[in-house]
């Protein structure tokens, strides 16, 4: 098999110190290969969002060891770690994060250029990639000017421009309407059919029946990991689901 897009090595993530400490992360393991699509699910507060924000370096661990594309996170200082995330790292929030005053174009330029390409070079690839999210039409939009769930595409565009292979999503559909939801999650597996890695959180079963693995958290430890997401459904019916 491929080497993994990102690997975590028995991972803990303290919060904070002494009597106030919280581990919001105990002990996990996980890796991701190209090709691969893996949904993390669990409970409110059971560390998902301290996973992703560890796997995509924006933050770091307390103890054990994040790989990303084949960097330990933790040897990298943090110049080399912004680049490091730059490169090779896509995030996708539940709220798009589109910066309102640029076009659809110049918000997944904006990557290349801070990366030092040629506005034109940017540019170009930020078409192309918009164009794989199907909005070829929209490049010169606004923000204001396109329904969630192409704004979402649009920070899928933006994840995933200049060849950058690991796709971290929180929540990415949170905000849109269940169609539109599905829509997105349907181009996030296509592009990681073509290679991409992915990391995805979710809280819905059916979303995680996009995956190709499903990895349960709860009080920020991996008890359970299905090659089936349709078992899913069955682990869900024991947890408060929010
Ligand atoms: N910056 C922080 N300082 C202190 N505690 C934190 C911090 N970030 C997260 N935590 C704690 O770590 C635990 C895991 O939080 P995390 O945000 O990863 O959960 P989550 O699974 O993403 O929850 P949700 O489904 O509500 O988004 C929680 O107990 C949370 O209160
Ligand atoms: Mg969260």
Not at 44 to 56: C, M, Y
Not at 225 to 230: A, E, I, K, V
């Amino acid at each position: 098999m491929s080497a993994p897009c990102l690997l975590l090595d028995d991972v803990t993530r303290v919060h904070g110190d002494g009597p106030t400490a919280v581990p919001a992360l105990s002990g996990v393991s996980l890796s991701v290969h190209p090709g691969e699509l893996v949904a993390v699910m669990g409970p409110s507060g059971s560390g998902k969002s301290t996973l992703l924000n560890l796997a995509g370096g924006l933050d770091r661990a307390t103890s054990g060891r994040v790989v990303i594309e084949g960097q330990d996170v933790g040897a990298l200082g943090s110049r080399a770690l912004a680049e490091l995330r730059r490169r090779h790292v896509g995030f996708v929030f539940q709220d798009y994060n589109l910066i309102p005053a640029l076009t659809a174009a110049e918000n997944v330029a904006l990557p290349l250029e801070l990366d030092g390409q040629r506005v034109r070079d940017a540019r170009r690839a930020a078409v192309q990639s918009l164009e794989l999210m199907g909005l070829g039409e929209l490049v010169d939009r606004y923000p204001d000017q396109m329904s969630g769930g192409q704004q979402q595409r649009v920070a899928f565009a933006r994840a995933l421009v200049g060849g950058r292979r690991l796709v971290l999503a929180d929540e990415p559909t949170g905000a849109l309407d269940t169609h539109t939801g599905e829509e997105v999650l349907r181009v996030l597996r296509e592009r990681c059919d073509a290679g991409t890695a992915g990391l995805l959180v979710t809280h819905e079963a059916r979303h995680a029946a996009w995956a190709d693995r499903v990895v349960f958290l709860r009080d920020g430890v991996v008890v359970d990991t299905t090659g089936d997401p349709s078992d899913a459904e069955d682990l869900l019916e024991t947890e408060p689901v929010r």
